[in-house]
């Protein structure tokens, strides 16, 4: 678990929580470590809807021990698709979920926010968001990848695909993506020139796996040898996973969400981090 990796790698102790449901469904948070005057960093999703409450217990639970600083840590950041109104009469989900955790945290780290919008929804209180393609990048460093390729064009898709090349040290490219509805995508038909060549493909979201396996339906027309493919969060919804593992060579994701494909960790991006707090 990344708490776990964190703490292990710092030497910082991981405190006892003890958390359950009721039968009715109903969270229950006790920390039962003494925290008093310890700086305090809470690992916690805000994805699925029950972790929303656990959050907001665990935050109570920890200030109730009187430590000198409490952080949140939300490895994937759920809610945060939905960050304007789209259609008249939606819910602006990213700002309600922003509004509940903004004035309570001495700082909200997240890592790789899906749109820019969703931070400035957290008016009050100082964010920081890491960027995990680098990592990603190393872990395929071993496959000599020729290209990097984004399946999307939008602008902070076509910047992971970029950052991770320049980790590498390889070109990229993107392809053209329109969603037609949250399981089917369509790629224009653009040209990325992959003939014979080891290609990486990165995201930072994977969930339905749709946008991934256009990407790499399209990459083997155009005659691409090898296909790895990488991402920040893998929801992997449905049998995403599987059906992508049988287009690609590889399939991994880091741990901010833990599945059997987290092969690559966050937690040396954030100890930087934490770590020169305390410098
Ligand atoms: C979309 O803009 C995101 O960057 C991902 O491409 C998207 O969330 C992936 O979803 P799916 O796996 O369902 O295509």
Redesign the pocket.
Known sequence: MLSEHLAAEAGWELASTELKRFPDGESYVRVVSPLEKKDVVIVSATFPDSNIIETLLLHDAVVRRKPNSVRLLVPYYGYQRQDKLFKEGESVSAEVIAGILDNRFDEILTVDL?AEGVSKYIRNTKTKNFVASPQIAKYFRKRKIDTVIS??G?LR?VEYAKIAAKEIGCDYDYFLKERIDS?N?KLYPKKVDVKDKTVLIV??????????IAAMKRLKELGAKRIFAGCTHGLFTGN?LPKLRELADEVISTDTIETEASAVSVAPLILEHLLELRA
Request: without cysteine.
């Open positions: 899906h399946p999307d939008g898709a399981t995508v995201d930072d979201i994977i969930a339905t796996g749709s946008s991934m995403a």
